[in-house]
C-alpha cells in the first residue's frame, strides 16, 4: 500500500490518530524521532485505542537514520502548505511514502528540497489543516488512485 512518514511529530494525540488511520488502510507508520512526547504517552495509546496491535510501525532515532533505511528507488512525497504542486496532480504507486512534518513548524526546507513536494488545497481562510486530517486526505488520495478502496 503506502508508507505514512511523520518527522518529528510534536502532539500524541495527531500521531495515535495517525496510527489508527496506518491500522484502517494497512499502511505501514513510520516515526522520525525526536517526538515532542515519550513514546509511551498515555495520550498517544488513547487516540490509537485498540488497534496499536495492528499498526505496522518503525522507528527511526534520526532524519539521517531514515534516510539509510530508505529502498534504493524509493519515491517520498513531502507533503507542505509550502508546496506549489497539488496533491491531485501526484500519480502515486504501491509503496510510495508520504511524508509529514511536524505540527507546528511542518517540514525544514532542506527536507522540502530532497523530494517532490505536494500541498493539499485549501481554497478557505485557513493555513493549515491538522496534521492527522492531512494525513487521511494523503493516504486515501493514493489508495483511491490505487484503487485500494473497496
Same mark, same amino acid.
Given at each position: 500500500?503506502?508508507?505514512? #512518514?511523520?518527522?518529528?511529530? $510534536?502532539?500524541?494525540?495527531?500521531?495515535?490518530?495517525?496510527?489508527?488511520?496506518?491500522?484502517?488502510?494497512? %499502511? $505501514? /507508520?513510520?516515526?522520525?524521532?525526536?517526538?515532542? =512526547?515519550?513514546?509511551?504517552?498515555?495520550?498517544?495509546?488513547?487516540?490509537? /485505542?485498540?488497534?496499536?496491535?495492528?499498526?505496522?510501525?518503525? /522507528?527511526?532515532? %534520526?532524519?539521517?537514520?531514515?534516510?539509510?533505511?530508505?529502498? $534504493? @528507488? &524509493?519515491?517520498?512525497?513531502? !507533503?507542505?502548505?509550502?508546496?506549489?504542486? %497539488?496533491?491531485?496532480? &501526484?500519480? !502515486?504507486?504501491?509503496?510510495?511514502?508520504?511524508?509529514? @512534518?511536524?505540527?507546528?513548524? @511542518?517540514?525544514?526546507?532542506?527536507?522540502? &528540497?530532497?523530494?517532490?513536494?505536494?500541498?493539499?488545497?485549501?481554497?478557505?481562510? #485557513?493555513?493549515?489543516?491538522?496534521?492527522?486530517?492531512?494525513?487521511?486526505?494523503?493516504?486515501? $488520495?493514493?489508495?483511491?488512485?490505487?484503487? =485500494?478502496?473497496?
Amino acid at each position: 500500500m503506502v508508507r505514512i #512518514v511523520l518527522y518529528q511529530p $510534536e502532539i500524541p494525540q495527531n500521531a495515535g490518530n495517525i496510527a489508527r488511520t496506518a491500522a484502517a488502510t494497512r %499502511s $505501514e /507508520l513510520n516515526l522520525i524521532r525526536p517526538f515532542g =512526547f515519550r513514546w509511551g504517552d498515555p495520550r498517544l495509546k488513547r487516540a490509537g /485505542l485498540d488497534y496499536w496491535p495492528h499498526v505496522n510501525y518503525v /522507528l527511526h532515532d %534520526s532524519w539521517a537514520a531514515f534516510l539509510e533505511a530508505l529502498p $534504493e @528507488g &524509493a519515491r517520498v512525497w513531502a !507533503f507542505s502548505t509550502r508546496a506549489t504542486r %497539488s496533491l491531485y496532480e &501526484a500519480r !502515486f504507486q504501491p509503496g510510495d511514502y508520504l511524508l509529514f @512534518g511536524p505540527e507546528t513548524r @511542518g517540514l525544514p526546507p532542506e527536507v522540502r &528540497a530532497r523530494f517532490p513536494a505536494l500541498r493539499i488545497p485549501m481554497p478557505g481562510p #485557513v493555513r493549515s489543516l491538522n496534521l492527522a486530517v492531512s494525513v487521511g486526505v494523503g493516504v486515501y $488520495e493514493a489508495l483511491r488512485q490505487m484503487r =485500494f478502496l473497496h
